[in-house]
């Protein structure tokens, strides 16, 4: 919205700065900032009040949690959301619709990850909303954003897949590229729900993938840069830089209070929004291969829980001590702190290797 303002330049030479997006990305990361500061407090004694006995924990789960984690509020994704909306609102240009794309599987996702929640503290149940009715719920936003992400792509592009590293290469899909994009977008949204199982242990390795897809969204968003990089430009992408600056900002506000001991959880408002927002992004920004490296943590996360299931049901027998891998590594006696660090570091690799891909050719 403040974009606009550099109409006026002519009146004050400094609106000038609000055309150029690094300048705007910047102010949306400490908008959305400050933003959790403010609120994040107000939001967390709110969600106490009301939620009373807070996030039901699983029994099956680590017994620790079960006296570590009692008591504490969920739905803390909303603070995301909250601030993430209001600083793109306010330094994104509002008639880009890619930036309408992603906030559209944003909220969407986080309206399911809401109703789950909101089950789950109601009902003092870990259940929640049907597995079903979530899936269900999340194809039909994937399948509206898979189509609207082709009607937006350049015809060159349109119904095809970029491959890293070989550039040139485009496997053509056609419009199978809506079920790859959709598996893409609830693939993602899903595997970094899983992910969120330890305090602060989702939300940073999505901070470090969203700046790293913020910034191949840069960069493929500007013709001169593709041009370098000989990468496949697709314009208007560069602005979704400013969405996740918001990401990071209003992500770190919550971290403050989500490192360990976490005063409130993200809960599946939080964790289903932001993994729905990577797979969106990736899908807008043609790079859904390098989302898989960007974004490994959670796929390693969500395959252990794949191979878990598929692997107990054949032979009785459990490869972990207990899926999502995370609670494999509590199992063997590593502290909570000691794996978010370590799966941090892990993310941070994984990103500088999706970095990478950009420049190899």
């Known amino acids: 919205m403040l974009y606009w303002l550099a109409e006026f330049s002519e009146a004050f030479i400094g609106f000038n ?30 969600l106490r009040k009301r939620q009373g006995k807070g996030q039901p924990i699983r029994e099956d789960g680590p017994q620790s949690h079960l006296l570590t984690k009692k008591g504490t509020p969920t739905m ?19 008639d880009n619709p890619y930036v309408w794309l992603v906030m559209g599987v944003t909220w969407g ?33 994937a ?16 119904g095809q897949l970029a491959m890293p590293v070989f550039k040139s290469a485009l496997l053509p899909l056609g419009w199978a590229f809506v079920p790859f994009a959709m598996l893409v977008i609830v693939g993602s949204a899903n595997a970094v729900n899983l992910t969120d199982g330890l305090d602060g242990l989702a939300i940073m390795p999505v901070m470090i993938a969203a700046g790293t897809l913020g910034v191949i969204a840069y960069a493929v968003g500007r013709v001169d840069f593709t041009a370098y990089l000989d990468v496949h430009y697709v314009p208007g992408t560069g602005e979704l830089l400013i969405f996740t600056a918001a990401l990071a900002g209003g992500g770190l506000g919550f971290l403050w209070y989500n490192a360990p001991p ?45 191979i878990q299931v598929v692997y107990f049901k054949r032979t009785g027998k459990r490869v972990f001590l207990m899926a999502p891998i995370h609670h494999h590594f509590e199992k063997r006696g590593w502290a909570e702190p000691q794996i978010v660090i370590r799966f941090w570091i892990i993310s941070l690799i994984l990103a500088l290797i999706g970095l990478a891909t ?3 050719r």
Do not use: C, Q
Not at 143 to 158: D, G, K, Q, R, S
Not at 289 to 297: C, D, E, M, Q, S
């Open 17 to 46: 700065l609000f055309r150029y997006i690094t300048v705007r990305a910047g102010a949306a990361f400490f908008t959305a900032l400050i933003f959790g500061f403010v609120f994040g407090k107000p939001l967390i004694n709110f």
């Open 76 to 94: 803390g994704g909303l603070l995301i959301l909250s601030a993430l909306t209001v600083s793109t609102l306010l330094w994104a240009r509002l």
């Open 109 to 141: 996702f986080g309206l399911i990850g809401f109703a789950d929640d909101y089950a789950k503290v109601t009902k003092s149940n870990v259940k929640g909303v049907s597995g079903k009715i979530r899936m269900a719920a999340g194809l039909v936003i």
């Open 143 to 158: 399948l509206i954003a898979a189509v609207v992400a082709m009607w937006l792509h350049p015809a060159e592009l349109t």
């Open 262 to 306: 976490a005063a409130v959880f993200m809960g599946d408002t939080g964790s289903l929004a932001l993994g729905g927002a990577l797979g969106a992004i990736a899908v807008a920004i043609k790079h859904e291969i390098v989302l898989a490296i960007v974004g490994g943590l959670f796929v390693v996360e969500a395959m252990s829980v794949i």
């Open 358 to 360: 950009l420049k190899i």
